[in-house]
């Protein structure tokens, strides 16, 4: 039996956003099948303070803060001729600390989670490799590049560009390149040469319906004083893609919905709100609570949850928790793509904003068919999306036996 090495760029406790969702879950079913030593970075101070949960996992373990200013992280990738998503995540102790664990350690197997650490595996490493990349970053910073304006989408265009080349060269260092969903694997097979024989695989979110739960929910109704209806908009706030989303909902969807329901409010609920999400506090009904203790209460007691992503790349965690909460969601496509429910009858998929806000309505003015829905996606959660179920193929992946006896392969 061998030792496994897992890197990630953000350390996976506490557990509360999308990629340290992940990282947490995946972690723990590591730990559950062989001794792993552990190299991350951590970015804030919860971060920081998660340090002794991170111990209680490890065998051994690297804890980096990561505060290397951005602007620094460019210069560097534009002398080296890299992503700034790789240079800003090198780190002379953490590589330090690989080689230290590598030379000390019976490391067999290497798990990395997020492209930006593929960097840390060495080259003469003879042992496993596995990747979660979770999503395709290259297609998504091209996605940015398309939408966005000068001098931003030359700079979005160069890290796409290297980043697609980066992500090719992960494929074939790695034993197995894992993905969020069948829908982002496929994506990432159409990016390779025909001659490519990485193998790569899709491994689905789960969702702890246990905690999201609309039957054991802390605290009060945070909506108890305001008029309504309301509708719940959560994530990391300072992401592009989410302050896009919640922005449009302000400028289009939103007036569009309170001219059939003047009292309807729309809640951003998230962590670290930039100052154009703050902005919108106040203004035609929306509300910006930003890092708030749970965001359970905020589910369980709107009448919609809305997620009008137009960039979405792999799984949206807070789609997947909504329905958990068993609460109805009105949806675009990048949203929903990944979870195989059926729109209708688990959420409702608006193509653009008229039938967003046609779905929305609708279930606002239809309290019997709100109910059912997320009556509908909680069942949906239950049965198919649970973190045991997609975490199964792990132990094979890893080289562990049916009985998680190791062996590599």
Not at 53 to 76: D, M, N, T, W, Y
Request: contains cysteine; proline residues 6%; negative net charge.
């Amino acid at each position: 039996m061998g030792d496994i090495l897992f890197l990630a760029h953000r350390i996976p406790f506490p557990p509360d956003r999308g990629d340290k969702i992940r990282s947490h879950h995946l972690l723990k079913a590591i730990a559950a099948q062989a001794p792993v030593h552990v190299g991350c970075f951590g970015e804030t101070e919860a971060d920081m303070a998660a340090e002794s949960e991170l111990a209680k996992v490890a065998k051994s373990h690297k804890l980096v803060h990561r505060s290397k200013p951005l602007q620094r992280a460019g210069i560097e990738a534009l002398v080296s001729g890299k992503p700034v998503s790789l240079t800003a995540f090198d780190h002379r102790d953490l590589r330090q600390w690989v080689a230290h664990t590598l030379a000390s350690h019976p490391i067999d197997t290497i798990v990395i989670f997020s492209g930006q650490m593929g960097q840390y595996v060495p080259q003469d490493f003879a042992g496993r490799v596995v990747i979660d990349l979770c999503d395709v970053d290259s297609a998504k910073f091209e996605a940015y590049a398309a939408d966005g304006h000068l001098p931003r989408s030359i700079i979005d265009r160069r890290e796409g560009r290297l980043l697609a080349q980066e992500e090719a060269r992960l494929a074939e260092r790695a034993d197995n390149l894992l993905l969020v969903s069948e829908n982002e694997a496929q994506l990432f097979r159409s990016r390779l040469q025909n001659n490519s024989r990485a193998d790569v695989r899709a491994l689905r979110n789960g969702i702890d319906a246990h905690f999201f739960d609309p039957a054991d929910v802390p605290g009060g109704n945070p909506f108890a004083a305001m008029t309504g209806p309301h509708l719940v908009f959560t994530g990391q706030m300072d992401y592009p893609p989410n302050i896009a989303a919640v922005k449009r909902v302000a400028a289009t969807i939103l007036p569009a919905i309170r001219s059939e329901h003047p009292g309807a409010q729309f809640h951003i609920v998230g962590r670290a709100p930039t100052d154009a999400v703050r902005g919108l506090d106040g203004k035609g009904g929306v509300k910006v609570w930003g890092e708030v203790p749970d965001v359970r209460p905020f589910l369980a007691h709107c009448d919609v949850v809305l997620a009008p992503l137009t960039i979405a790349r792999g799984i949206q965690n807070k789609v997947l928790e909504a329905m958990a909460m068993a609460r109805p969601v009105v949806l675009s496509p990048e949203a929903a793509n990944g979870i195989d429910a059926t729109d209708g009858t688990h959420f409702l998929v608006g193509a653009d904003d008229a039938a967003l806000v046609g779905h929305a309505n609708a279930l606002l003015a239809d309290g019997a068919r709100s109910t059912s829905m997320g009556t509908a996606a909680r069942k949906y959660v239950l049965d198919n999306q649970s973190w045991e179920a997609m975490l199964a193929p792990l132990a094979h992946l890893i080289g562990c036996g049916d009985h998680g006896v190791r062996h590599v392969a």
